[in-house]
């Protein structure tokens, strides 16, 4: 599945930018230098979220599949987002699938819309994720990816996303921009600045398990306590009742976005003795709005949360982004405006300012803003550190502290050291247990690895020592290196937001299981027009038929960019970044004397995060 290094045609393989919503999903690329929304399945730019298992043992994604959830509850799976990276199963007919997979069908259905667009072949992804997303969140969708047929080289947060799409308008302005990111079953909040053409996310919080989805079940329950109460039974405990309740819950909570009070007339909801049950009632957007308060109280907790982290008061917030579809409802543009006492920006659309940002930010990735000099920092959403032995009166310590390197809101990429001592006479080795998390102690922060370091020299306690570095990059891959400060022996491990191969069998045998079950689809030719993804076009006024230009020239062309900025930057340089500067301008050298596109690539990739490093 891993496309071949080094060759000219998956040098040139198109990237998109992809929406992976727990409601809706979206997709979206770069055209003549500005992101562009692809139309999916049945001609829109949103498809729900929702997988069908039909008669025929066929995987169906979007529409199809959200309008079989009331009839066909127990073949249909909707809101698989709120599960990934869990290890579990989801019974749909006569099989089961996991959330990787039920994900990559929805995908797989996006590559389809993708493939008739762009024309077939390799396809790389930009797939966005929430800021608070775990590691093996993260990993579940890139494999999810993956499993889907995309390349999956970079993983983004979906606030920063959002940012970029607004942000790549705004040219050199200054500002602070606040993201409020309320989806379909996600809550994220981050701020970002825009300084002289850097992008940094100065903050993030939020809550993964808040979203539209919860707003949605408050309203079941109000619904089936309604039925409870004038006809004695629970239509929570029929599965066709229940999926009832939820369609109609969602038809109300969009009713009243725009209306005052919903009528509610269901005449079948469950059965009874034989006998329909069903539900007449009326709904005030006064009731709904006391319903969600305390879920939306918890978002204004963590707009305050992340002001604090970033140093900033509600005035210093100069623009309001809302992302998502929740963000529709209007107690939360009140909630907005009286939080800042300024208005909400109107101007994006918040069902796809992700998607678009997604594009631009693959668009950054291909080179097609090469010319714009547009750089993005993001910043670390949970802290990293290791298990320690915490001190406690007496001397004696207690094994299973947490201590953090990299604490959560540290702008990435960065580096961080920290030196440990040994804990026990002649400790021949120390094992390092990697954790993420805010707790004091491991065993309620989320485990993400562990290696061991041996041969240290058999020394009283407390006279070894180690020194543990983090490093993490802006691709969310963290490695952990451990080095005997005596004797100089290392050892490290990788921690990526990536496709586990642990186990190379078991995704092979979800692949064939997606491939299998995926519903086919008669082949239609792909457009006749032949988009340039790679090398932005100058104006929107040159023709569509015309030539792509050579984009091994303009990789050098940009490496040699980069090499003369360097160069001048050794004047102001010298001990260890002197160092970093001429390695990197050797890298760009020798891959610009290589001229190989896939080379260059990472030479300027490389160069662009040391310039990040060192804010040129």
Known sequence: MTPTKNSAENSFRPIVGIDLGTTNSAAAYIHKQKPKMLTLKNGERLMPSVV?????????????????LVAMPERTKAAVKRSMGEKITFSMGDQAYTPEELSAFILKEIKRSVDKELGEGDKEAVITVPAYFTNAQRQAVKKAGELAGFVVERIINEPTAAALAYGLQQGDEDKHILVYDLGGGTFDVSIVELMGGIMEVKASAGNNQLGGEDFDWLLVDWLADKVVAEHGTDPREDIRGKARLKEEAEKIKKDLSFQSSV???VPVITVKNNAPVGLDCTIQREEFVS????????????????????????????????VGGSTKIPQ????????????????INPDEAVALGAAVQAGIKSGAFSDNGLIVTDVAPFSMGIAVLSAQPGNVGKPGAFHAIIPRNTTIPVTRTERYTT????????????????????????????FLLEGLPLKPAGEEAVDVTFRYNLNGILEVSAKSVSTGAEMSVTIEDALDRSSE?????????????????????????????????????????????DSLQDLIKEADEWKRRFT?????????????????????????????????????????????????
Request: proline share 4%; aromatic share 6%; hydrophobic share 35%.
């Open 291 to 322: 319903l969600i308060t305390p879920l939306l109280d918890e978002t204004k907790e963590k707009l305050s949360h992340v002001l604090e982290d970033a140093g900033l008061a509600p005035g210093d917030v100069d623009e309001i982004l809302l």
């Open 52 to 68: 069908l298992l039909n008669q025929n043992g066929q995987i169906i994604a979007g529409e199809e599949a959200r309008n079989a």
């Open 263 to 265: 009528d509610v007339s």
């Open 568 to 616: 001048k930057e050794l004047e102001n340089r010298d001990g260890e970044t002197e160092k970093q500067i001429n390695a990197v301008i050797n890298r760009l050298a020798a891959a610009a004397e290589e001229k190989n596109t896939e080379v260059l690539n990472e030479a300027i990739e490389s160069a662009i995060d040391l310039a990040v490093d060192l804010e040129l």
């Open 505 to 549: 069998e078991a995704f092979y045998d979800s692949l064939a299981k997606v491939e299998a079950a995926f519903q086919p689809e008669e082949h239609e030719d792909a457009s006749d027009e032949e988009l340039n993804l790679f090398t932005p076009l100058e104006n929107d006024n040159q023709e569509e038929g015309r030539e792509r230009p």
């Open 423 to 450: 804990t026990s006479h002649n400790q021949p080795g120390v094992e390092i247990e990697i954790y993420q998390g805010e707790n004091k102690w491991v065993k309620d922060n989320y485990f993400l690895n562990e």
């Open 332 to 347: 939360v543009q009140q909630l907005i405006t009286s939080f800042f006492n300024k208005q909400p920006k109107t101007d």
